[in-house]
């Protein structure tokens, strides 16, 4: 495997020409330069691998005949193909990903599994300046869990085999290999591999499909962990809770529906829950705070049609299994009735899984926006976070952060002034310079360069905001080169980037374009992670990690 793309030859079978594999190797160590200006994308997780041919800059040739484009283009034609014989001659795609061993950067290969191409496009891409065009691969990568997460070098080796059909090959494939082949893409959903399974009951959590640790390009971070000295609540489930099952959890809430509309007493009741491992308060309440607060909060932000009932959402918030009474027991809370909480006193708050948790930024973001995003998109979100004491959440900026202009709702002339003693963030106007310059003004979501009187305008983001509670950090992986419309959509929450560069709506997902990048700006993919997760657009079960490039 000397290149990335590397295809076994072909071999004259009884049935035709038939290419054995190929082998497709990505890597680190020279991307982003000339001389690889590509950066693949591994989300193994999910089953996806987006990568980029081997056309370059200094190519003379046409796009889609060099060695490795030419290869995955002739077989991507079997590959969307309409019927079970035209794809049974499709070829395998063995995916690797070069790995450093005993600090040795080079010579070691990690498999990270088998997959057919979902599609290609041709792109233009550019490096040092210089603009050129490539293609574009998009991967599913295959459930190998019949087969223990590896792939048989008999099958590869019968379909080198000249005496042998592909028919006959087939017999020796992967289970999810022969399913795609006979059902096609329609099937993808279903044998698609993915380190979190679909879950078919709440307390289910992500796991290796064949109990394994799941493939993948990084190593499987660790989960936060409750302590292993638990008290024994009557709710608290025996079995670990997962960021997976908590996100699961939060959007399939059993909530009451009248006139066409859901009940709004259960989000806000776990909102308020939250709030509180935010301020490091207990997590679990008093029945008393808990009527005075979240009915104030039922107040304000309920239907207007719904009664104003706390008792209700604190004694059945039990069955989403994220949340603990204690101190009152189901026959006594039978009737649900406010007058026995009062004489009872109990208290209830989030479990203590989901609170170890919930305790981390990442994961609570992630947790506000599910809950804001599925039950309450049509509330006031600033003023909801400002009462929850979440003001920063409804925004990437967060609050805090440097603007250095107070807003007034009246206008006055001349402009208004006021004397200001407190603390501001500095910002390193150093790297928003650098970064700028890099990209020639050119922003990274559109390609809009801003002609002004005297040159070109665009604006530095932050991709982590710098203010509270997001607290990202002022360096260059953290900025984006943005016009300042999309630096508003992207602060307002209105655009994300998926794991592929791809920069989306958030409404509804369609597609603005794919980021531009550049050699020398690296971008880390902890934290756009970060921020697609305020968008309630990011897939859990995971730690952030970089983007994987390619050699």
């Known amino acids: 495997m000397s290149k990335g793309i590397n295809p076994i030859a072909k071999i ?13 190797r990505s890597s680190p160590w020279k991307a982003g330069t000339a001389e690889t200006p590509w950066h693949d994308v591994f989300d193994l997780d999910n089953g996806h691998v987006r990568y980029y041919g081997d056309h370059r800059a200094d190519h003379t040739v046409p796009v889609g005949s060099t060695d490795g ?45 088998m997959a057919v191409i979902e599609s290609a496009e041709q792109i233009d891409q550019e490096t040092e300046g210089h603009p050129f065009r490539n293609y574009r691969y998009d991967l599913a990568v295959l459930d190998l869990k019949e087969e223990g997460g590896r ?13 042998l059909s592909t028919a006959k090959t087939l017999a020796h494939a992967p289970q999810s ?55 024994p609540g009557r709710t608290e489930s025996s079995e670990e809770l997962t960021p997976s099952a908590l996100m699961h959890r939060l959007r399939k809430l059993k909530v009451h529906q009248g006139n066409g509309r859901r009940s709004r007493h259960k989000p806000l009741s776990l909102l308020w829950g939250i709030s509180r491992i935010a301020a490091g308060k207990p997590r679990l309440a008093h029945w008393g705070e808990f009527r005075d607060e979240v009915g104030g909060l039922m107040v304000e932000f309920g239907h207007p049609e719904s009664s104003v009932s706390p008792e209700y959402p604190f004694w059945h918030l039990h069955t989403s299994r994220l949340w603990d009474v204690r101190g009152i027991t189901a026959e006594q809370a039978a009737k649900t009735q406010a007058v026995t909480f009062d004489r009872l006193a109990p208290e209830a708050g989030m479990t203590e899984q989901a609170a170890v948790l919930l305790d981390d930024p990442f994961i609570r973001s992630q947790a506000v926006a599910v809950l804001r995003e599925t039950y309450l998109a049509d509330v006031d979100q600033r003023a909801l976070m400002e009462r ?27 402009a208004q002034r006021r ?11 150093r790297l928003v310079r650098k970064v700028k310059s890099l990209h020639a003004d050119r922003c990274q979501a559109c390609g809009l360069q801003l002609a002004t009187r005297f040159g070109t305008y665009s604006q530095g983001a932050h991709i982590r905001g710098l203010g509270h509670p997001h607290d990202g950090p002022d360096e260059l992986p953290n900025l984006l080169v943005l016009c300042p419309n999309h630096h508003v959509q992207f602060d307002a929450l209105a655009i994300y980037i998926d ?53």
């Open 388 to 414: 929850l004491g979440l003001a920063g959440y409804e925004s990437a900026s967060g609050i805090g952060a440097p603007d250095g202009v107070e807003e007034r709702e009246e206008a006055t002339d001349p």
């Open 177 to 231: 290999w022969r399913r795609w082949v006979e059902h096609g893409h329609a099937v993808l959903p279903e044998v698609r591999f993915r380190a979190v399974q679909p879950e078919e009951d709440e307390s289910a959590g992500p796991h290796a499909a064949d109990g394994h640790e799941p493939l993948g390009l990084f190593p499987t971070p660790r989960q936060p962990r409750a302590s292993t000295s638990r008290s």
């Open 419 to 429: 004397d200001f003693t407190g603390s501001r963030i500095v910002r390193d106007i």
């Open 69 to 113: 484009n030419a290869v995955l283009l002739a077989t991507a034609t079997h590959h969307q193909g309409a019927t079970p014989e035209q794809r049974a001659l499709a070829v395998p795609l063995l995916i690797f990903a070069a790995v450093t061993r005993n600090k040795t950067p080079k010579g070691y290969v990690q498999f990270c599994g």
């Open 12 to 24: 004259k079978a009884v049935d035709g020409r038939r290419r054995p594999a190929i082998l497709i």
């Open 499 to 551: 794991t592929y560069g791809i920069v989306r709506l958030t409404a509804d997902g369609s597609s603005i374009g794919e980021l531009r990048r550049h050699p020398a700006h690296h971008i880390s993919e902890a934290h756009l992670r970060y921020h697609r997760a305020l968008c309630g657009r990011d897939t859990v079960g995971t730690e952030p990690q970089d983007v994987a490039p390619r050699a």
């Open 151 to 163: 792939v048989d070098w008999s099958w590869i080796e019968t379909r080198g085999n000249r005496d």
